[in-house]
């Protein structure tokens, strides 16, 4: 289910996490070549990413729940 990112904060291992509008939050690493995401890399990037759609695999599982 596709949901707003609000902000991003890094966990304990600093790794970057999107905050969601639906209070999930979501992981966000640039891996390559399993996941590129250079925009994470840079406060720039990460804030060209607010408020863009973002799949949220917690809001689907519990959809699938009910």
């Given at each position: 289910m596709k949901r707003?990112?609000?902000?991003?904060h890094q966990d304990e291992r600093?790794?970057?996490v999107a905050d969601?509008?639906?209070?999930?939050t979501q992981h966000v690493?640039?891996?390559p070549p399993?996941?590129?995401?250079?925009?994470?890399?840079?406060?720039?990037g990460r804030q060209?990413?607010?408020g863009v759609e973002f799949?949220?695999?917690?809001?689907?599982q519990q959809a699938n729940e009910i």
């Open positions: 707003k990112i609000t902000g991003f600093n790794d970057w969601l509008e639906c209070g999930h690493r640039h891996q399993f996941q590129t995401r250079p925009w994470v890399i840079t406060p720039a060209s990413r607010i799949e949220c695999a917690k809001c689907d």
